[in-house]
């Protein structure tokens, strides 16, 4: 499978703009892709006003991704703020080429920031099936807690979203490693990068680590989009070989 990663700048909480300048960025990716991966709020910097940018699963931004992902033949995922039953998420959406949705709620809401405050939490996995993979969604503050992201449902792919600041980025590196090499499976970082409203810089470090931990694509410094490929059969292969899932232990998380 053909991975597109994009790091971006983000316009503070300007929908419009965003998509606007992503569309430039999706449109100027000339080869065949299976995936586009999108940053945590994408239409908006990690923002707790979530009313100034609020939408529904019938908005804008919804139906601006199900058109890239029918125009440009594959899926396509990243973050927004919806509101739903008077309750507002940090949610993902996986949009399939067809326009088929799967989304996923932010569980481990950012207490440093009051996210908590403001939105509500998710509770539950999301597992999307796509070109033959499992791919396991989750958004930035979720990586610093591996029980949750644990791989009980044999998932090939787990993917991260994020708005994680400059500051603490050596922590995204070391942490997107550890996910990989422990649950044995591709991991994927998306960050932006630029400075938010309130001076936070970001200096992204998107990046691919396959299931031994070894970088496909290293950390990112700059804006781009970063394509990479890759390989079901070799990531079953080496779980035939090492068969260190099979020794993991068995819990039941209580939410």
């Given at each position: 499978?053909?991975?597109?990663?994009?790091?971006?700048?983000?316009?503070w909480?300007?929908?419009?703009?965003?998509?606007?300048?992503?569309?430039?960025?999706?449109?100027?990716?000339?080869?065949?892709?299976d995936?586009?991966?999108?940053?945590?709020?994408?239409?908006?910097?990690?923002?707790?006003?979530?009313?100034?940018?609020?939408?529904?699963?019938?908005?804008?931004?919804?139906?601006?991704?199900?058109?890239?992902?029918?125009?440009?033949?594959?899926?396509?995922?990243?973050?927004?703020?919806?509101?739903?039953?008077?309750?507002?998420?940090?949610?993902?959406?996986?949009?399939?080429?067809?326009?088929?949705?799967?989304?996923?709620?932010?569980?481990?809401?950012?207490?440093?920031?009051?996210?908590?405050?403001?939105?509500?939490?998710?509770?539950?996995?999301?597992?999307?099936?796509?070109?033959?993979?499992?791919i396991?969604?989750?958004?930035?503050?979720?990586?610093?807690?591996?029980?949750?992201?644990?791989?009980?449902?044999?998932?090939?792919?787990?993917?991260y979203?994020?708005?994680?600041?400059?500051?603490?980025?050596?922590?995204?590196?070391?942490?997107?490693?550890?996910?990989?090499?422990?649950?044995?499976?591709?991991?994927?970082?998306?960050?932006?990068?630029?400075?938010?409203?309130?001076?936070?810089?970001?200096?992204?470090?998107?990046?691919?680590?396959?299931?031994?931990?070894?970088?496909?694509?290293?950390?990112?410094?700059?804006?781009?989009?970063?394509?990479?490929?890759?390989?079901?059969?070799?990531?079953?292969?080496m779980?035939?070989?090492?068969?260190?899932?099979?020794?993991?232990?068995?819990?039941?998380?209580?939410?």
């Amino acid at each position: 499978m053909k991975i597109a990663l994009i790091q971006t700048t983000l316009y503070w909480e300007n929908p419009k703009q965003n998509r606007q300048a992503l569309e430039q960025k999706i449109n100027a990716i000339s080869e065949k892709v299976d995936l586009i991966v999108l940053p945590e709020m994408f239409t908006s910097g990690f923002t707790m006003n979530p009313v100034s940018v609020a939408e529904t699963m019938q908005g804008e931004t919804i139906l601006w991704l199900k058109n890239r992902a029918k125009n440009k033949n594959c899926a396509i995922t990243g973050s927004l703020v919806i509101q739903e039953n008077n309750n507002y998420y940090n949610r993902l959406v996986f949009v399939f080429p067809n326009g088929e949705i799967q989304t996923y709620d932010k569980r481990h809401l950012f207490t440093l920031a009051g996210e908590e405050k403001v939105y509500t939490a998710g509770k539950e996995k999301c597992i999307v099936e796509y070109k033959g993979f499992k791919i396991c969604p989750f958004i930035c503050y979720d990586l610093r807690f591996p029980v949750f992201s644990r791989n009980v449902e044999e998932y090939d792919v787990l993917i991260y979203v994020a708005n994680w600041p400059e500051p603490r980025i050596n922590a995204w590196n070391i942490l997107l490693k550890a996910r990989a090499v422990e649950n044995m499976c591709y991991t994927i970082g998306v960050n932006r990068i630029g400075e938010d409203e309130h001076n936070h810089l970001y200096s992204g470090h998107t990046q691919l680590v396959d299931y031994l931990g070894e970088y496909i694509v290293n950390p990112q410094i700059n804006e781009g989009v970063f394509i990479a490929n890759i390989n079901k059969n070799a990531l079953v292969e080496m779980r035939k070989k090492l068969n260190f899932l099979n020794d993991r232990d068995d819990f039941k998380i209580n939410i």
